[in-house]
């Protein structure tokens, strides 16, 4: 049974902090990862992707990727109260399918 | 703006209704389309692949008679919900095969 494993929180994190949201996988095979945000009621919306080991930037998030690990993280800095919301960690299946993890509530406080 | 259009975002209906919901792509086309279930405070999870043109794929649990899912040109899916009773009520998502998959805004049912 292919996984994808989070922590459900919730995480709480002061305003302006970093916050560290962490997902692990079971399928060595898999090689695209990303990352949604789900306000909610709402619908999951994507926050950033990575494909290869390391880091991936864009504005205030960082996607960092291990594959020797099977270890996906997000980092979000200057964390704003408009980021509390859970975090779902998805990886890739076979033909395009995705695998989502249980996602991790995030909660940030002023 | 929105790759991914759904309706209708709310279904209110009694017990024995089916239901249809609709998964349209906007400036694109996609030959595969998914539906998602999400019950609260849970994951979500993959019902089915609609494939244009072809039967779709089930994940297993998933009752094909249950949720009829046709996807009969490149820009639109439908999930059809039969017979709905009060556990078959969820949100709903759809999303395209495009890579990165984005959704659709959902569909909460709920069934009385």
């Known amino acids: 049974q292919k996984e994808v494993e989070q922590n459900s929180g919730p995480l709480s994190v002061p305003e302006g902090a970093i916050a560290s949201l962490n997902c692990t996988y079971s399928?060595?095979?898999?090689?695209?990862f990303f990352w949604y945000r789900q306000y909610s009621g709402k619908s999951p919306e994507l926050i950033m992707f990575?494909?290869?080991?390391g880091d991936k930037e864009d504005g205030r998030f960082t996607a960092q990727l291990n594959k020797a690990s099977q270890y996906v993280s997000l980092l979000i800095r200057d964390s704003q109260p408009s980021d509390s919301a859970t975090y779902l960690c998805?990886?890739?299946?076979?033909?395009?399918?995705?695998?989502f993890g249980t996602g991790t509530r995030l909660q940030v406080f002023p | 703006g929105a790759v991914v259009s759904q309706h209708p975002s709310w279904v209110i209906c009694k017990s024995g209704t089916s239901v249809k919901i609709e998964c349209r792509s906007l400036?694109?086309?996609?030959?595969?389309m998914f539906w998602y279930r999400q019950f609260p405070k849970q994951s979500l999870m993959l019902m089915a692949t609609?494939?244009?043109?072809?039967?779709?794929?089930?994940e297993q649990g998933v009752e094909k008679d249950k949720f009829l899912i046709n996807h009969a040109s490149l820009t639109l899916s439908t999930l059809t919900v039969t017979s709905a009773h009060p556990e078959d009520s969820s949100f709903y998502i759809c999303?395209?095969?495009?890579?990165?998959?984005?959704f659709g805004d959902g569909t909460r049912l709920s069934i009385l």
């Open positions: 399928d060595r095979g898999s090689q695209s």
């Open positions: 990575i494909y290869s080991n």
């Open positions: 400036d694109f086309q996609a030959t595969t």
């Open positions: 999303s395209a095969s495009l890579q990165p998959q984005h």
């Open positions: 998805a990886v890739n299946s076979v033909a395009d399918k995705l695998i």
């Open positions: 609609s494939n244009e043109g072809s039967k779709a794929t089930y």
